[in-house]
C-alpha cells in the first residue's frame, strides 16, 4: 500500500496521495456521480482498472489525490502527465475526475495538482481530462443533461460547484466543445463525384496493419490545431478494443441485400461490393487514393459502450474523430463518408448519430458540421499558467 500525508491544514483537512486501489474506490463510490446509477459501479471498476495499469509503468507520472476531514472523504481529483496528450501541439499536465464537497477542499487538491505539475517542469495545466476519454471524457458538461449517457462524453451533476471553486483559483475557460445531434442523413456535398478517390471498410486486423499511417495522418492534422489532441496510439487501440465488443450479430445485413436498392451513387456501390460488410468494422469508413493507395480520410464512429454494458440492442453511434488530409479538403471527401456511413450503419440498426466534443473555438469545425445538426451538450476545458 502506497499512502502519504502530504500535508495538514486548519479544519482537520488532510490531503493524501495514494495508489491504494481501495482507499480510491471507496473516494468514488463516496463522490462520483454518473447520471445512470446504475452504471456507476462499472464506471468506477473500468476507472481502477485503467490506474492501476498506470500505477504499474515505472515512468508514467500519475498522482492520485484525496482529501479527508476526520473519517468523512471530502474530495478526490487524478493528476497526470500523459506522453500522448498534446494541447495545441505541447506538453501540458492535466487533471481530471474532480470531486470536491467544499471550497477548501478542491484547493488543496488543486494546489497538490499544480505542485506536481510545476516538479516536472511544465508550466501549464488543462482540466478535466477524465482518462480513459472512453468512460470520462473531457471537460465539465454545462448544458444538455437530459441526454442519455454517451461513451467518449464527460458528465458531472448539474449543480456544479467545482467550476466555481476552480475560478476563484484563477483558472480560465480556455476551451468549449459542443455534441451535436445529426439532424440529416445525406449532405449535398457527398453526392459529388469524387475522382481518384475510393470508399473502403477495414477489418480491426487491417486497422492496426495501417495503424501507424493514421497516426501520421492524425500528427500531421491535428497536433497544431486542437486545444486538446484526441490521443495517439493508446487512443486508437480504445477505440479498437471498444470495437472488438460489438457482437457479431450487430453486423448482420437483410436478407437478399442489394447495395443498389440503398444508393444510386456508384462510389458507394463499389465501395460496398468490395467487402464482407458483415465481417468488417462498418463504423469506420475510409477514404483511399485510388492512385497511390494512402489513407486520405476517415470517420471513426463508436458504438455507445453504455449500451454495450446493458447488453441493449446497438443504437446509438458516436462520431468521435474525424480526419481529412490537407491538400484533399474541400473534396466532399467527409460528406461523402457520411453519407456512406449512414446508410451502412443504418443497415445494421442505427438510429441515432451524435457528433461529440466539437471544439467551437474552430470556426471551420461550426461552418462544416453545425448546418447539419442541432447542438445539444456543451463543456468547456479551463487552463492555467503554474508561476515559478
Same mark, same amino acid.
Given at each position: 500500500m502506497t499512502q502519504q500525508i502530504v500535508e495538514e491544514i486548519s479544519y482537520s483537512i488532510k490531503v493524501f496521495d495514494t495508489k491504494n486501489i481501495s482507499q480510491i474506490r471507496c473516494a468514488f463510490k463516496e463522490l462520483l456521480y454518473v447520471p445512470m446509477d446504475k452504471l456507476k459501479k462499472k464506471v468506477i471498476f473500468h476507472l481502477l482498472n485503467y490506474l492501476?495499469?498506470?500505477?504499474?509503468?515505472?515512468?508514467?507520472?500519475?498522482?492520485?489525490?484525496?482529501?479527508? #476531514?476526520?473519517?468523512?472523504?471530502t474530495g478526490i481529483v487524478v493528476c497526470q502527465i500523459d506522453t500522448e496528450y498534446k494541447s495545441y501541439g505541447r506538453k501540458c499536465g492535466?487533471?481530471?475526475?474532480?470531486?470536491?464537497?467544499?471550497?477548501?477542499?478542491?484547493?488543496?487538491?488543486? $494546489?497538490?495538482? $499544480?505542485?506536481?505539475?510545476?516538479?516536472?517542469?511544465?508550466?501549464?495545466?488543462?482540466? &478535466?481530462?477524465?482518462?480513459?476519454?472512453?468512460?470520462?471524457?473531457?471537460?465539465?458538461?454545462?448544458?444538455?443533461f437530459k441526454h442519455k449517457m454517451m461513451s467518449g462524453v464527460a458528465?458531472?451533476? &448539474?449543480?456544479? #460547484?467545482?467550476l466555481n471553486y476552480l475560478k476563484r483559483l484563477g483558472y480560465k475557460i480556455e476551451s468549449k466543445y459542443t455534441c451535436v445531434y445529426v439532424t440529416q442523413d445525406k449532405w449535398k456535398k457527398g453526392d459529388r463525384y469524387?475522382? @481518384?478517390?475510393?470508399?473502403?471498410?477495414?477489418?480491426?486486423?487491417?486497422?492496426? @496493419?495501417?495503424?501507424?499511417?493514421?497516426?501520421e495522418m492524425a500528427q500531421h492534422t491535428f497536433h497544431t490545431i486542437l486545444a486538446d489532441a484526441s490521443?495517439?496510439?493508446k487512443r486508437l487501440e480504445e477505440f479498437f478494443?471498444?470495437?472488438?465488443?460489438? &457482437?457479431?450479430?450487430?453486423?448482420?445485413?437483410?436478407?437478399?441485400?442489394? &447495395?443498389?436498392?440503398y444508393t444510386d451513387n456508384p462510389i458507394f456501390i463499389k465501395s460496398m461490393k468490395s467487402c464482407d460488410l458483415e465481417k468488417v468494422v462498418t463504423w469506420a469508413p475510409f477514404a483511399f487514393d485510388s492512385k497511390t493507395g494512402e489513407i486520405v480520410g476517415f470517420i471513426w464512429s463508436l458504438p455507445n459502450l453504455y449500451q454495450i454494458w446493458q447488453n441493449l440492442p446497438l443504437i446509438d453511434a458516436n462520431v468521435d474523430t474525424v480526419m481529412i488530409r490537407k491538400e484533399y479538403a474541400g473534396r466532399g471527401i467527409f460528406s461523402a463518408l457520411n453519407n456512406i456511413g449512414r446508410i451502412i450503419t443504418g443497415l445494421n440498426g442505427i438510429t441515432y448519430v451524435e457528433g461529440t466534443t466539437i471544439w467551437s473555438n474552430n470556426d471551420k469545425?461550426?461552418?462544416?458540421?453545425?448546418?447539419?445538426?442541432?447542438?445539444?451538450?456543451?463543456?468547456?476545458?479551463?487552463? #492555467?499558467?503554474?508561476?515559478?
Open positions: 492501476q495499469k498506470k500505477f504499474n509503468e515505472e515512468d508514467y507520472k500519475i498522482k492520485v489525490f484525496i482529501t479527508k #476531514k476526520g473519517k468523512k472523504i492535466t487533471f481530471g475526475w474532480l470531486n470536491a464537497l467544499d471550497f477548501t477542499s478542491c484547493r488543496i487538491l488543486i $494546489e497538490n495538482c $499544480e505542485r506536481y505539475i510545476k516538479e516536472h517542469h511544465i508550466r501549464k495545466i488543462r482540466g &478535466p481530462i477524465n482518462f480513459p476519454k472512453i468512460i470520462g471524457g473531457i471537460g465539465f458538461q454545462t448544458e444538455g458528465y458531472n451533476h &448539474p449543480d456544479l #460547484k467545482e469524387l475522382r @481518384d478517390i475510393e470508399i473502403k471498410y477495414l477489418t480491426i486486423s487491417e486497422m492496426r @496493419d495501417r495503424k501507424e499511417e493514421m497516426m490521443g495517439g496510439e478494443h471498444l470495437y472488438e465488443m460489438v &457482437p457479431p450479430s450487430h453486423y448482420k445485413l437483410p436478407k437478399d441485400f442489394n &447495395p443498389q436498392d469545425a461550426i461552418k462544416t458540421i453545425f448546418p447539419h445538426s442541432k447542438p445539444i451538450r456543451k463543456h468547456i476545458v479551463l487552463q #492555467k499558467r503554474i508561476r515559478n
